[in-house]
């Protein structure tokens, strides 16, 4: 099942509206993506790495200070994900 991959990338995405930048950084990059399965499409790990690289961005963290386990997956292409990181931060209608 995906819900619980579902939940934890909402917890991301509402720390990011709250301006929570370095709390998201930090449960994505310690928490969540290291427990993420290669190769299973709905869990979205080429997406969560584009998620961790916007938010080194955004902090100003340098890809050497990233936790050395944390690597992108092998189907990432960062041209790919970039928007959707940018609209992370914009507010959403429901």
Do not use: C
């Not at 993420?36 to 100003?60: C, F, R, T, Y």
């Not at 050497?64 to 990181?85: A, S, T, W």
């Amino acid at each position: 099942t995906t819900q619980p991959y579902l939940a934890a990338r909402l917890y991301i995405r509402l720390l990011r509206m709250m301006g929570k930048d370095r709390e998201a950084y930090d449960y994505l990059v310690n928490n969540f993506y290291p427990s993420l399965p290669n190769n299973v499409p709905d869990v979205q790990k080429a997406l969560m790495w584009s998620w961790i690289v916007g938010l080194e961005d955004v902090l100003k963290i340098p890809p050497d200070q990233r936790p050395k386990d944390i690597h992108p997956p092998p189907d990432y292409n960062d041209k790919d994900f970039k928007e959707e990181f940018e609209d992370l931060s914009k507010p959403r209608t429901f």
